[in-house]
DNA sequence: CGGACCATTGATAATTGTCAAAATTCGTGG
DNA sequence: CCACGAATTTTGACAATTATCAATGGTCCG
């Protein structure tokens, strides 16, 4: 298997765009030659990738490791807004315009992240209506998202809204396991706090009384598992 | 002027589908045909126009009046998502693939909208990349609004959502006045408490909380005078 | 092993939700 | 244009929930 030279090995077949969904359309010719185009740079945990306000001149797309998009509150809280991983792109949204960033994206770990200028993207629209369609895709999923998240994030229960957030992270950091679903955390306590709008002991508080009633299990900081399922379904309230 | 037939006088120049800004960088050849591929249908004032889970086969454009987008929690209150109003479109969400509708539509006074099936939809999308591109800039738009929301809805105090509310209905809604600016409301006060999730009493205190600081004054029940400003954009967080 | 960081727990205060009743507004029909 | 009934909104009292502050306990990583 061809290695690509700048990102290494994680890159299969020498393509790290072949992992991102919006160009799944095109065939390899093509995307060797969106290859030449891209950019590369890795990020250490916690560097800032972009910060709100600044208008950068092209798409960032995640190659490896997670980010996290945010911005502050008049109190100094983050508000979480998303959580990017790999595959994923951000940065797009100012591609009509010229729009500032209107959030901070940060890295949670360490991440290889690949760059794409703006004008060259917008030519690749121009270009490839499939990829056009394949970001109206992605932007509805991520609008899909949002609107959910607004539902999670604006109920009144906040039982409610931690087990949409339990459940939601099982589906996306989730493995089996034998007693039930492993989850890696992508963020500390503080961080579900702030994505969730409510305090940090009350994070805490819930969990503990998740756990009593068995629940879930915290195995340590930044891993949990979920033990009963259904009934965080019945608690998030959606019903499948 | 001549008169689109069914849309009757509404209608400029007998084209209502150029007052959508998806459309706007089309010709007035392309607006014809694309005219001929409309269907047109009107709504009262609490109607449905989609409900949750429904697959509908075309894509809607409001062509006056506006309509809410919401969906129930599970405790039984709306959660509104949007409010579309004259040029805004829904139902796009499931161009490409075949998902159910995730929200129900309904409006909120008389409405007049226009329909086009996807099909149609999806031939413009491959003929015109141009529209393409304006879909997804109107796609980032509502992502933008949709991030700004939840940070208005989310996390906060009370005081500082209601403030971004008004703020943001006075932007939207709102006329100069001698006094202040005349908002005229576009939800019931119910409407507002489900929209930022929060219970219709609260948001009856915090308004007449409003009035005795002399930041607002109760016209009716469907609208509402800013006299302050300025206060409210401190209340709300949002320094500008 | 130690120190920094993160998480938990307890006590208390502040905020908001809930229920019930009264007041106001709205729309319709005379 | 007015009046009346229905619907919506406001207000009050109280209960429930969550935030805050402070102290303790645990975890991670060199």
Redesign the interface.
């Known amino acids: 298997m061809p290695e690509c030279d700048v990102c290494g090995p994680s890159c299969k077949d020498g393509l790290c765009v072949r992992k991102v969904p919006i160009f799944s359309a095109l065939d390899y010719d093509e995307l060797l030659k969106i290859s030449a185009l891209v950019t590369h740079r890795e990020y250490q945990k916690g560097e800032a990738i972009l910060r709100e306000g600044e208008k950068p001149d092209c798409v960032f797309i995640v190659n490896q490791g997670s980010v996290k998009a945010f ?1 502050y ?3 100094g ?1 983050e ?1 979480i ?1 998303y959580i990017f991983t790999e595959g994923d792109f951000f940065g ?6 010229d729009k500032a960033a ?2 901070d994206v940060e890295a949670l770990e360490p991440v290889k992240s690949c760059m794409l200028t703006k004008s060259d993207f917008r030519k690749l ?2 270009g490839y ?1 499939d990829i ?2 394949k ?3 992605t ?2 999923d ?3 998202y ?2 959910q ?3 999670s ?5 906040v039982d ?1 809204r931690i087990a949409s957030l339990i459940i939601n992270y099982a589906d996306t950091y989730g493995t089996p396991d034998r007693e039930g679903t492993l989850i890696k955390l992508p963020l500390s306590r503080e961080g579900m706090a ?1 994505y ?3 305090a940090r002991e009350t994070i805490s508080r819930k969990f503990s009384q998740m756990e009593n009633e068995k629940l879930i299990r915290s195995v340590s900081n930044k891993s949990i598992l979920l033990l009963d399922r259904p009934a965080l379904d019945t608690l ?2 959606v019903q499948k």
């Open positions: 911005r509150t008049q109190d809280r508000q807004l797009e949204q100012y591609l009509t315009g209107a959030y629209l121009a209506p056009a369609i970001i109206i895709g932007l509805e991520r609008l899909t949002m609107e998240s607004l539902q994030r604006g109920g009144r229960s409610a702030n969730l709008g409510i998030s309230g």
